[in-house]
């Protein structure tokens, strides 16, 4: 972006503001009319008002980035080259305190500011083009800053390409980059990344895992918080099995929600060992508390511990040794595959191995004429979606529903096709609501269409083909293809 285009950009996005206000405007004075029209015509006016705000915050957003951008190599110019690595620290300590300053924000938020700005004006201009066209949020250029630190350029430049360029080999399946939420975009963003980094998960896992810990936080009101660092294998064990036992409890006489439930059955396990024991809002180190609904819950060694059924999906190479290919756990994304043989090797009950063609990537559908939705079926589901499909819900595949998308009664089968899996707030909106799900296939969740009639994508997992090891040469001959 020049002098010229950001003064451009600049009136482009006054003048877009000025004609919204003139339509919101026209639409409020129409709104008494009789009718419902006049309602729907506000209603789509507002919604595309939403719409074009959110695009003129992320041109705002690249108007941001190049004067920072373009303030920082000024001031570099007019300090001149620095003799000395304090008189180059000094330039830089000025350059931050004044667009803090400018801006009214700490000299730390300044300094980001310019860090990201130098990244997205250099290396990265796919994303610095979506910004600015307004196809992507800040938050979402930030993100792509974020996930490309320590990558070479050409690991930039894929990974840029594989979620903002609809022309690259294998670009992001699923919606648009711009149209995930920023969190959904960060965790597709990592996985990969994880995939294609240039140097193996295996050896950064290995040094990760030095950094291992348990992290004590006090907070307000007599509360604190305490978190752990820890493998993933053993991070999503703890959770799931916490989150079965707390499922196991839940009941007509509960009156505690299922976090609750979870936070007192992670305190008793780890205070109380065997003879620990839990009831609502109550934990103690031993006997027997009763609940508000007047029933004894003893946890502890006493806990109701349902297995929980955790996916690993695990390419053929990477189970035999033959390759370094991540493994992927549900939930949270790329594995080393030293952990995946681990847990199928030590017959881990909580995790449920998953073999995936090595030819494309994707199992084969399963179905049946029931209506009983089958767990194969269920796994299938949430191999598929990898959590609820709605439209940026994060809510873990455990947690939800079964659902035909096409009511049984009304003709629908229950095969993966007609199959959807989404979270029980998600599952009442459709029943409760104008809100429908789209069409499935059995490697694409279904999207949303909402009461404004507008179609929502839903998120789709970027399966890959395996890895196939490297062919050993031996001489002349071996060249040849098998």
Not at 60 to 84: F, H, I, M, N, R
Not at 197 to 210: C, F, Q
Not at 364 to 380: F, N, P
């Amino acid at each position: 972006m020049d002098s010229r285009a950001a003064v451009e950009t600049a009136e482009a996005l006054a003048g877009s503001f000025a004609e919204l206000a003139v339509v919101i405007g026209g639409a409020a004075d129409s709104s008494g009319s009789c009718g419902p029209d006049p309602l729907r015509r506000r209603a789509d006016i507002a919604l595309e008002t939403l719409a074009e705000v959110a695009r003129g915050e992320a041109k705002l957003a690249a108007l941001k980035v190049y004067a920072a951008a373009v303030y920082a190599d000024t001031a570099q110019a007019l300090a001149g080259p620095a003799e000395s690595p304090q008189d180059h620290s000094g330039q830089e300590m000025a350059v931050i305190a004044e667009v803090a300053c400018v801006l009214t924000v700490s000299e730390r938020s300044a300094g980001a500011l310019l860090a990201e700005a130098y990244a997205l004006s250099t290396a990265l201009p796919l994303t610095f083009s979506a910004l600015q066209a307004g196809t992507i949020s800040w938050q979402h250029a930030r993100i792509m800053v974020d996930e490309t630190v320590n990558l070479d350029p050409a690991g930039a430049q894929a990974l840029e390409q594989h979620f903002l360029d609809p022309d690259a080999p294998n670009p992001a399946r699923g919606c648009p980059a711009g149209e995930l939420i920023p969190g959904r975009f960060r965790h597709k963003a990592r996985t990969w990344r994880e995939r294609h980094h240039p140097v193996s998960i295996e050896k950064r896992h290995t040094r990760s895992i030095a950094d291992r810990r348990v992290e004590y936080s006090p907070d307000r009101d007599g509360m604190a918080w305490l978190s752990a660092y820890l493998p993933t294998d053993q991070a999503a064990g703890i959770w799931d099995r916490t989150t079965a036992a707390a499922r196991a409890l839940q009941g007509p006489h509960e009156d505690r929600t299922l976090s609750q439930i979870r936070a007192d059955i992670t305190a008793t396990w780890l205070l109380g060992g065997n003879s620990g024991c839990i009831s609502g809002g109550t934990i103690g180190t031993g006997g027997t508390d009763a609940s508000p609904g007047g029933q004894s819950v003893v946890v502890g060694g006493g806990v109701p511990s349902p297995r929980a059924q955790v996916l690993v999906t695990v390419p053929v190479m990477s189970l035999l040794g033959l390759t370094e290919e991540p493994a992927m756990l549900d939930g949270y994304g790329p594995i080393p595959p030293s952990m995946a043989r681990h847990l199928i090797a030590d017959g881990a009950e909580s995790f449920h191995r998953v073999l995936i063609d090595p030819r494309d990537g994707a199992p084969l559908e399963i179905g049946r004429t029931s209506y009983r939705v089958t767990k194969a079926q269920r796994q299938w589901l949430r191999l598929r979606d990898g959590k609820c499909p709605f439209p940026g819900c994060s809510n873990h595949s455990l947690d939800n529903e079964a659902d035909h998308l096409l009511a049984w009664a009304r003709g629908g089968s229950t095969g993966i096709s007609n199959l959807g899996q989404p979270c029980p707030k998600h599952h009442r909106l459709k029943h409760a609501s104008g809100w429908t799900p789209k069409a499935a296939t059995k490697n694409e969740p279904p999207g949303w269409i909402s009461t404004s009639g507008r179609h929502y994508q839903s998120e789709h997992p970027d399966w890959e083909p395996p890895h196939w090891p490297a062919l050993e040469t031996t001489g002349p001959s071996s060249s040849t293809p098998p």
